[in-house]
Structures are given as structure tokens and as C-alpha cells.
């Protein structure tokens, strides 16, 4: 944690040096003889105008988009949706807005009832590095892909889906800063979507409800997931409650697991079977 807070102030204290170098630089420039005005085409924001939004790169989104249309033999039967998920107790996840917002383009993206979504591609906002921003704080959401083959037993999904999952969300740049959990967690952010192909990569998936274990299932093989990879490792870390403020996992950890995704001895049909604490009846 101490590695990860002393890299990301190293990191803003450059910024703000270079920030006031290039400052200096322009303030030492003699003032030129003819002035220009240039009148810029403005956006307006109105749902989405607090001041420190949750949101993420439109640009990012849509490489994650490319890569998931490219890799789709992974789920040749499945689609792609992005997904919000909450981060606090109190995240309002009702009535969420969206507006994908550029320099001078900007769009509203609808959000479904269970909170997943699709982005239109649009050149322009590509082009202006635009940012897809919800109406709601940092650190108040996190993000996921959501890719789902239809027809699968109920409590079930399969691992080609979820493998394919971690690699468009680490291309689509969704993992918010989940640094450190088990001490280790902090790289995912780092790494491309080759991580995923590592064979226990530390991705955390969510579940829909809270987990009693998870099982795979491939033919006639069989086998629980050990406890460690559940709850975000939470039985392997006694200060975990320390942590939570900096996982995106803070008020789901018994909703989490992760997969041997690497692996290559369960293939993508493997079925990954859920167990809940609940049955939902």
C-alpha cells in the first residue's frame, strides 16, 4: 500500500512540476504584437456537472469494443455490455445518466434497469479522447464487462465468457483502483490483457449474489475453488478491513472470486457453477 501511495504522488508531484514549468516557459514569452481570438464550440453539461465524476475513457471503451469483436470466437454466442456496479453502502444505483462527453461532442447513453449498457461509436467523440461520465462521485462505482452465452444452466457461467471478460475490461481500462487488497492486487491496474492469460491472475469477478463456493465443471472433471480465491482473498489478509477504501470490491467482497483463467486444461466451455449463501426462493 505505503509502494503504491509513494508511486502515485511521485507520479502527481512530476505532473504538477512539469505543469509549472510549462507555465513558467509561457510567462517568460514576449507578448505578441497581434492578437487572435478564436471562439470554440462549447458542450454543456447538466446532469453530469459535479466535480469529481466517476468516468472513463470513451477512447479505452471503444478498444475494448475492437478487441472483444476480434477475440469473439472465445463467445461466439454471447454480446457485450458494460456493467456498474456499486463501490459505497449508500451508492445510489437507481435512475444512473451517462453522457459520453468530448471537447464539442457529446451524447447521452442509456442505462438498463440492471445497470448495464452499450456505447454507440461515434468518430468524433473517439477522436476528442471524449470520457464516458455517469452522474454519480468517484469511488462510488466501478465498472465491468459483462459477457454472457445464452441458454446456460441457472447459477452457471462459462469460463471462455469470463476469460474473454477480463481481457476486454483490461483493454477497455475499467478495473478502478483496486491497489493492493492482498498486497498484490495493485498490477492488475498496470497490465494489458495479456495479464489474463496468466494462469491465476488476480482479476476479481462479481457474482450475482453472495457466495457459498464456486465449482468447475468440465466433463467428468470437478473442482471447488479453494477458499483463498473468494471474498478477495479475505482469509489470507487480516487487514483487510484497511484495505477495502482502495479495492472496488468494498461493499461486494462476498460477492467475489477469481479463476484460473490461464489454465488451458479447462477449456472455454467449462461451466463455472455458483453456490449461493441464499438460494433466492
Known sequence: MRTFILRLATHTLCACVSAA?????NAQQPPSTTTTRTTLPTVTISTKANRDPVEKSYRKMIRGMDLFEKERATSPGASLRFKLLPRKRETDMGRIEMEVIGSTEAFEVPIAPDHTFTLPR?????DENAQVIPNRKRQTMTWRTEIRTP?????TRRLGD???ECRVGMEAGLVSNSTNIVGRLARVVLDTPSYCDRKDPLYLFFADRPLFSVTLVAGDRKEVLPIN??????SDDPGLNNDLPYCDCEVLVDRTYVLPLGDRSWPDDTLVEFDYMEDGE
Open 162 to 164: 469470463l476469460r474473454l
Open 21 to 25: 514549468a510549462c507555465m513558467n516557459a
Open 229 to 234: 480465491k473468494l471474498y478477495a482473498a479475505a
Open 122 to 126: 461515434n468518430q468524433k467523440a473517439y
Open 151 to 155: 441458454g446456460l444452466p441457472p447459477n
